[in-house]
């Protein structure tokens, strides 16, 4: 079902963003696959998704290790097969400083310059050990120790609050921690009202805090899946998307219709704002990033 009247008032604002503005830059993150098959697919979603020229996909790391050899296997054909950089994530708990600083030098072997350095969160039964790092900002710092300014690092930033940190302030201050011990720039969790996400940048603003902050995308197209990765990482869905997912019920076209009218509609409000790019959740499917990149009006190669 469509929402009447939207299409053409979008169409008409969308052209005056992409008048207006400098190309922003995207990317596209995914997960390792256990299987054949799933690898296979994500590459097919990887070359979909290239045809939109973006800066770099990611691909995430199981903290604990859980992912270390499939990181780096989805890392490297994703880049071979779609000649598009690829940069892994890396989560320090759960890992010794020794297994970081060995993946750390195979990426780089490897050619690899950008990572996304990330804290993680200890599986359960995992225990930290003496030496081990705890802290994003400890890897940040530990990334820059081991090698320098060879990798551009990205971390991850919170617009509506890390659900750990006590208040915004400390969460503030521990984000301030990363930038200084060499952050480049960030990704946010994804967020659905666009207000959070533009308070963030205002408190940087405040703080002098100076790197780019890109806001992290998340299509809708599971409800049950959408709420349970939202209560899990502290990300809020108003309640209008929530009623109306939920009206949906069983409903998947419906449901991954209005997702993608409710997420462009979030893309283009924070396109008119001059966001420094966007980055997007695939869960690696190509298929809804790609309606939202073209209603968006993306060029393709
Ligand atoms: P931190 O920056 O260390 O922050 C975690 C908490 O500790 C916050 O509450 C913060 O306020 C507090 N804190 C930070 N520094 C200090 C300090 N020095 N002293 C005291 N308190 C401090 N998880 C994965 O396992 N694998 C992934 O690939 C992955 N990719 C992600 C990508 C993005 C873009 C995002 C946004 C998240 C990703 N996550 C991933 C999830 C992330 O690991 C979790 O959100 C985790 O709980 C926090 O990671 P962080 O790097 O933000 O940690």
Redesign the pocket.
Known sequence: MLWPGFWPHQKTMLVNVMANNDPVSISFEFFPTRTAEGARKLVDSALGLSRYQPEFFSV????GGSTRDGTLATVLSTQNETSIATAP?L?CVGDSPEQLRELLHVYRQQGIDRI?A????LPSGMGYERGDLR???ELVAFIRSETGSHFHIE??AYPEV?P??PTMD??LE?FR??VEAGANSA???YFFNPDSYFYFLERLQCLDIKIPVVP?IMPITNYTRLARFSDA?GAEIPRWIRKQLEAYGDDTDSIRQFGTEVVTRLCEGLLAEGVPGL?FYTLNQAGPCQDICDNLGFPVA
């Open positions: 995430t790391y199981g903290a994530h989560s996304v990330l804290r993680g969160d802290h994003a900002n971390v991850a890390h750990q940190a400390r969460d521990n921690r990363k990704i946010t969790q992290g990482c980055h």
